[in-house]
């Protein structure tokens, strides 16, 4: 019963202050912790810096998705972001293991484009994080401690391959209705959230952090899975159509400043390759069509990306 009263106060709560209390185009005029803070996210994780964790000190055992295959959700457009949170009075899903000490509540799931984290420099088009509070806390006893929430991290990459509308494919019909910021929420549905979960869930990176909206409390275990989902150009391309206050909807990155650590499944060799040239163009087609105010920020993740390939990363560490 608690997981039920804790989604209730989160539905009604948002993680941000209000819409028009802050823009992704003033970020040095975020307030507080935001600009003072030195646990901020998102980052660039740098694959060779992160380290593995043998002796389990850290990261111990599986990540433990629960309930993750059966959700009912309704989705809004708060003016940042498209949302997708966990309807009242319904099994709430639970999040458990690997870094994390307890069990972990889903409360909602949102998207940025381009993506907030950088993997070895390395922007994605798309990414989804998935917002889990501290079970049997409410959202404002969870603000308050290091170790409040836990987010998930799912990277997407924009494909031609023919299975490629599979994985956002129940979330697109509400997107049209949701182009508008209005207070217009979609009529509930159950969805299956493993669909967006990447296709290996115990290769990841986790570092602690913070929101990666004003105030940026640093109450987060970030869980950032590095193996992609594929999604569609024409998909991609609708997000690019919807009002978010502005062009693009991610934060710059943050100092690193912390450790950074792997699982053991996730390797640096693991995360590149799939087909980067078409990632490359896809970016560019977006970019230069629906996210023009955003082309700067766009262009310098494309740059990293480039000095990427050209250097370091033929000395990306291969595991056995
Ligand atoms: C998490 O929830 C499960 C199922 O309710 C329970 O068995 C387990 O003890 C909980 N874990 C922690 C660390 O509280
Ligand atoms: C809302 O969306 C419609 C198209 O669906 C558009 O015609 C209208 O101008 C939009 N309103 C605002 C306030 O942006
Ligand atoms: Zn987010």
Same mark, same amino acid.
């Given at each position: 019963?608690k997981?039920?009263i804790v989604?209730?106060?989160?539905g009604?709560?948002?993680l $941000?202050?209000q819409?028009?209390?802050w823009s992704?185009d003033y970020?040095?005029?975020?307030?507080?912790?935001?600009t003072?803070g030195?646990?901020?996210?998102?980052i660039?994780?740098?694959?060779q810096?992160?380290?593995l964790?043998p002796?389990?000190a850290?990261?111990?055992?599986h990540?433990q998705f629960?309930g993750y295959g059966d959700?009912?959700?309704?989705a809004?457009?708060?003016?940042?972001?498209?949302?997708?949170?966990?309807?009242?009075?319904?099994?709430?899903p639970?999040? *458990?293991?690997?870094p994390?000490?307890s069990?972990y509540?889903?409360?909602q799931?949102?998207?940025?484009?381009?993506?907030?984290?950088?993997?070895d420099?390395?922007?994605?088009p798309l990414?989804?994080?998935?917002v889990h509070?501290?079970?049997?806390?409410?959202?404002e006893?969870?603000?308050?401690r290091?170790d409040?929430?836990?987010?998930v991290g799912v990277?997407?990459?924009? $494909?031609r391959?023919?299975?490629n509308?599979r994985?956002l494919?129940q979330l697109m019909p509400?997107v049209?209705e949701l182009?508008?910021?209005?207070? %217009?929420? !979609?009529?509930?549905?159950?969805?299956d959230?493993?669909?967006?979960?990447?296709p290996?869930v115990?290769?990841?990176y986790?570092?602690h952090?913070?929101?990666t909206?004003p105030?940026c409390q640093?109450?987060? !275990?970030?869980?950032?899975?590095?193996k992609?989902i594929y999604?569609s150009d024409?998909?991609?391309?609708m997000f690019g159509?919807?009002?978010v206050?502005?062009?693009?909807? %991610?934060?710059s990155?943050?100092p690193?400043?912390r450790?950074?650590y792997?699982?053991?499944?996730?390797s640096c $060799?693991?995360?590149i390759?799939p087909?980067?040239t078409?990632?490359?163009i *896809?970016?560019?087609s977006?970019?230069s069509? $629906?996210l023009?105010?955003g082309i700067?920020?766009?262009i310098?993740?494309l740059?990293?990306?480039?000095r990427?390939f050209?250097?370091?990363y033929k000395?990306?560490?291969k595991?056995?």
């Amino acid at each position: 019963m608690k997981s039920f009263i804790v989604l209730v106060l989160l539905g009604a709560a948002d993680l $941000s202050l209000q819409a028009s209390d802050w823009s992704y185009d003033y970020e040095t005029q975020w307030p507080g912790i935001c600009t003072t803070g030195q646990q901020q996210s998102p980052i660039n994780i740098m694959t060779q810096d992160a380290v593995l964790d043998p002796h389990e000190a850290h990261i111990r055992g599986h990540l433990q998705f629960r309930g993750y295959g059966d959700v009912r959700v309704t989705a809004t457009n708060n003016g940042h972001t498209l949302k997708w949170s966990g309807v009242y009075g319904t099994p709430a899903p639970v999040l *458990s293991g690997g870094p994390l000490r307890s069990n972990y509540t889903f409360v909602q799931f949102h998207l940025h484009w381009l993506s907030e984290h950088a993997i070895d420099g390395m922007k994605y088009p798309l990414e989804i994080h998935f917002v889990h509070v501290k079970t049997g806390l409410t959202l404002e006893q969870a603000l308050a401690r290091p170790d409040g929430l836990a987010v998930v991290g799912v990277m997407a990459l924009v $494909s031609r391959g023919t299975d490629n509308e599979r994985a956002l494919a129940q979330l697109m019909p509400a997107v049209p209705e949701l182009m508008n910021t209005t207070q %217009y929420e !979609t009529a509930p549905k159950h969805i299956d959230m493993t669909r967006l979960l990447s296709p290996d869930v115990q290769s990841y990176y986790t570092y602690h952090g913070s929101l990666t909206t004003p105030r940026c409390q640093e109450v987060v !275990t970030w869980i950032v899975m590095d193996k992609p989902i594929y999604i569609s150009d024409a998909q991609y391309k609708m997000f690019g159509k919807v009002d978010v206050g502005g062009n693009y909807n %991610y934060r710059s990155l943050q100092p690193v400043n912390r450790v950074v650590y792997r699982s053991m499944a996730a390797s640096c $060799s693991s995360i590149i390759i799939p087909s980067v040239t078409g990632t490359l163009i *896809s970016l560019l087609s977006c970019l230069s069509s $629906s996210l023009a105010s955003g082309i700067n920020k766009g262009i310098n993740s494309l740059l990293n990306v480039k000095r990427k390939f050209l250097g370091d990363y033929k000395q990306c560490v291969k595991l056995a």
